[in-house]
């Protein structure tokens, strides 16, 4: 993912306000004053926005520690369409069980909803119904798959050894 900034933005005070200015805390005076302030744990990357054929790109807080979206490979409509989320975690079920369980979880931030994904939230994939929770409800579906996973290892420990079958013999 980009990283780096054009820094013409410097010698061109008529560049849209949204243009990228590097800042650093030696900064001084008005540039400094006018630099946008990223949030710790937040950079500001590159998102491509718009109607095909009328993309422009605008640059976002994103956070850094954990969004791998690549917000210019992946346009979106609007600006407030612009969704940041992390690396899945996955449950693997096998395919022709008919889950009602989470199958994965991520996280994500919606800057543009009116909801609780206008914060960090846990997006919670169950049959590819994605719900979001903030950090009270998150936690609470952390203790419960917790629960739900002793159970299963509570239930699967008091089964027979395997016998091995055909696909199981080493070769
Ligand atoms: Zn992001």
Redesign the pocket.
Known sequence: MATAYPTGALARPDLHLDAPVPYSVTDAGARALAAPRVKPGYRL?PARVGRPGEQVTVH?E??TDW?I?D?VAEPVGAAEDIN?QGTPAVLNLASDQTVSVPTAVYLSWWPGSHDVAAQPCLAVDVDREVAVYGRTGALAIADQIAAFAADVRRLAETLPGDELGPSEVAS
Do not use: F
């Open positions: 990357v976002v994103c956070p969004c979206a917000h940041h």
